[in-house]
Structure formats: structure tokens, C-alpha cells
């Protein structure tokens, strides 16, 4: 029995990237060698913030759940793809594919979450930096990472739910490499789809609320900023939140695109590339992006490769 067939009763049919043996093949092997790089280079940040005493301010506390996120995130989506092209059916059971929609949903509001936290913490360490110790204390931070990965979860079951109530009327053929739900919503009947449209208007307004914030709290950043009379102090400042505002930049621009573009029914490269912009890209460019301009952090890599404080004695992580 072939995948299109299977699909018809118990799954989905995932088209990918290309019906092509040796395309498949190419694309597996470069999502692995992504996945690989971010999942060093995501430990790597995870290790030197747990370990590292002077990488223990709020800012990196925040980074290291950024981390954890975009582990967790990529792995959802990309493993899955992996062996789907590897296998050369682009087969997904009903239940993989609930799975996908669920742990997706919630990671991508966390991520969005944790963005806006950590903009809030860089507008209070740059603007209020007397009062930075009082207002991001060390129970207030884990408080807030407890918000940020809560609601997560609560944007998963909302989206879940809805989504388990959706009548499959068409082929269950997916134009693209993971369980998106753009993508599920064309195959829905008529009226079943209303529940997740209700859900996905409720949380683009929370995300609408959080670029406010983001917005608010960089623009009162860059004021401050600009009044410094120091050359050195504001190239530092920049240097430390100019990453950060690329990556939230990037994140909601690609991911409003993506799920704001009426979709087609036949698959367009356009689809597959923003696809990959806001599921992909982010989680891979994170580590590079803000490590690549912070000496701190580039220190501690070092440190950690290379002294003997991290290689020869026993390490026990602790994340909270």
C-alpha cells in the first residue's frame, strides 16, 4: 500500500521539498548538519551560562531558556523531516502530526515570550541601572521564565484542541515538511477550521502586544543610549542589543508572512523558503548572532574548551 493511500485513513502525506530521490537525500543531509550545528552550538551556550560564575546575570539566565527553546523547537520540526526524507515517503501518522502542532504552537509563543522578557530586562539594566539588582532579582527572572514557558503551554492547548476538532475533508496532503496549520486548515471542512481562526486572532494580538513592548522598550533604549557621553559605553550597548533586535525582528516578520499569506494548492517555493525563515533559520542563527559580538560570552567558550577549571573536574548542570 503507498503513502497516499496510508494517508487516507491514519496519517498525513508530508510533500517536502521535492518528489526527487536524490533531492530528498540533499535535503536530509543538509537539515542534519544543521540540526547538528545547533545542537552544539545550543549546549555550548546552555553549559557556559550554567557553569561560568560571571555569565550569571539576568541577561544570560534569559539567553540559556532562549537556547533551550530553540533546541526544543528544532527538534520537533527537523528529525522528523529527516527521516520522512530519508525514507522517501513523507509519511506522518495523525497522532505525530497532533504531536508536532502542539509542542510547535507552544514553543513558538514561548520563544516570542522569552524575546519580549529579555528585551524588558536590557531596558531596565540600560535605563534603571541602580535599580537593575531590585527589579530583575533572582526570584523575579524565575518567575518570569515560569510565565514564559506556562504560557507556551497554554497556546499549545488552545491551538490543540481546536485543532482535534477538525474534520479532514480533502487528501491529506501536506505542500510542506512538518505539520503546519496553515497547511491543515485547507484540508479542513467547511466550518471546522472557525475554532483555530478564533484561537490563532486571540494570540495574534498577544504577539501584536509583545512587539508593542519590544518597540517600547528599544525605543527607550536607543534614547538613553544616544545621551551617553561615552563612544565606548554606547558602541557596547549597541553591540549587546542590536543581535537581539534582529532576531525578534526576523522571527515575527518571517512567521507574520508565513501564516498571513493566503495559501495555495499547489506548493510554491515562496511557502517552503518562509517555512524554513521562521521554523529553521532563528533557532541556528541565535547561537551565532549573540555570541558573535559578546566578548563575555566568547570568553567563556574559550574557557570552557580549553581550561582545565571545566575539563578535568566533575560538572553537575543546575538550570534554575
Given at each position: 500500500?503507498?503513502?497516499?493511500?496510508?494517508?487516507?485513513?491514519?496519517?498525513?502525506?508530508?510533500?517536502?521539498?521535492?518528489?526527487?530521490?536524490?533531492?530528498?537525500?540533499?535535503?536530509?543531509?543538509?537539515?542534519?548538519?544543521?540540526?547538528?550545528?545547533?545542537?552544539?552550538?545550543?549546549?555550548?551556550?546552555?553549559?557556559?551560562?550554567?557553569?561560568?560564575?560571571?555569565?550569571?546575570?539576568?541577561?544570560?539566565?534569559?539567553?540559556?531558556?532562549?537556547?533551550?527553546?530553540?533546541?526544543?523547537?528544532?527538534?520537533?520540526?527537523?528529525?522528523?523531516?529527516?527521516?520522512?526524507?530519508?525514507?522517501?515517503?513523507?509519511?506522518?501518522?495523525?497522532?505525530?502530526?497532533?504531536?508536532?502542532?502542539?509542542?510547535?504552537?507552544?514553543?513558538?509563543?514561548?520563544?516570542?515570550?522569552?524575546?519580549?522578557?529579555?528585551?524588558?530586562?536590557?531596558?531596565?539594566?540600560?535605563?534603571?541601572?541602580?535599580?537593575?539588582?531590585?527589579?530583575?532579582?533572582?526570584?523575579?527572572?524565575?518567575?518570569?521564565?515560569?510565565?514564559?514557558?506556562?504560557?507556551?503551554?497554554?497556546?499549545?492547548?488552545?491551538?490543540?484542541?481546536?485543532?482535534?476538532?477538525?474534520?479532514?475533508?480533502?487528501?491529506?496532503?501536506?505542500?510542506?515538511?512538518?505539520?503546519?496549520?496553515?497547511?491543515?486548515?485547507?484540508?479542513?471542512?467547511?466550518?471546522?477550521?472557525f475554532g483555530v481562526m478564533e484561537v490563532s486572532t486571540f494570540m495574534s494580538v498577544m504577539a501584536?502586544?509583545?512587539?508593542?513592548?519590544?518597540?517600547?522598550?528599544?525605543?527607550?533604549?536607543?534614547?538613553?543610549?544616544?545621551?551617553?557621553?561615552?563612544?565606548?559605553?554606547?558602541?557596547?550597548?549597541f553591540s549587546t542589543c542590536l543581535p537581539h533586535l534582529f532576531v525578534v525582528s526576523f522571527f515575527?516578520?518571517?512567521?507574520?508572512?508565513?501564516?498571513?499569506?493566503?495559501?495555495?494548492?499547489?506548493?510554491?517555493?515562496?511557502?517552503?523558503?518562509?517555512?524554513?525563515?521562521?521554523?529553521?533559520l532563528p533557532p541556528t542563527l541565535n547561537p551565532v548572532i549573540y555570541s558573535l559580538r559578546n566578548?563575555?560570552?566568547?570568553?567563556?567558550?574559550?574557557?570552557?574548551?580549553?581550561?582545565?577549571?571545566?575539563?578535568?573536574?566533575?560538572?553537575?548542570?543546575?538550570?534554575?
Open positions: 500500500m503507498t503513502a497516499r493511500n496510508i494517508t487516507t485513513k491514519s496519517g498525513f502525506l508530508l510533500t517536502g521539498f521535492s518528489d526527487n530521490r536524490e533531492l530528498q537525500i540533499l535535503h536530509a543531509l543538509l537539515f542534519l548538519a544543521m540540526y547538528l550545528l545547533d545542537l552544539a552550538s545550543n549546549l555550548v551556550i546552555v553549559s557556559v551560562t550554567t557553569l561560568d560564575p560571571q555569565l550569571q546575570s539576568p541577561m544570560y539566565y534569559f539567553l540559556k531558556h532562549l537556547s533551550l527553546l530553540d533546541l526544543s523547537s528544532l527538534s520537533v520540526t527537523v528529525p522528523q523531516s529527516i527521516d520522512s526524507s530519508l525514507a522517501g515517503t513523507g509519511y506522518i501518522s495523525y497522532d505525530q502530526c497532533m504531536l508536532q502542532v502542539f509542542f510547535f504552537t507552544a514553543l513558538c509563543w514561548s520563544e516570542m515570550a522569552i524575546l519580549t522578557v529579555m528585551s524588558y530586562d536590557r531596558y531596565v539594566a540600560i535605563c534603571f541601572p541602580l535599580h537593575y539588582e531590585v527589579i530583575m532579582s533572582p526570584g523575579k527572572r524565575m518567575w518570569a521564565v515560569a510565565a514564559v514557558w506556562l504560557s507556551g503551554g497554554i497556546s499549545g492547548t488552545l491551538y490543540i484542541t481546536t485543532t482535534l476538532s477538525i474534520r479532514f475533508c480533502r487528501a491529506k496532503i501536506i505542500h510542506q515538511f512538518f505539520c503546519d496549520i496553515p497547511q491543515l486548515l485547507k484540508l479542513s471542512c467547511s466550518n471546522d477550521y501584536f502586544a509583545c512587539f508593542m513592548g519590544i518597540s517600547l522598550s528599544y525605543g527607550q533604549i536607543f534614547s538613553t543610549v544616544l545621551r551617553m557621553p561615552s563612544a565606548e559605553g554606547r558602541s557596547k550597548v515575527i516578520s518571517t512567521g507574520i508572512c508565513a501564516y498571513l499569506k493566503p495559501t495555495s494548492d499547489s506548493p510554491t517555493a515562496l511557502d517552503l523558503m518562509l517555512s524554513i525563515f521562521y521554523t529553521v566578548e563575555s560570552l566568547k570568553g567563556a567558550v574559550r574557557k570552557l574548551i580549553l581550561s582545565e577549571q571545566f575539563s578535568g573536574k566533575k560538572i553537575t548542570f543546575v538550570f534554575c
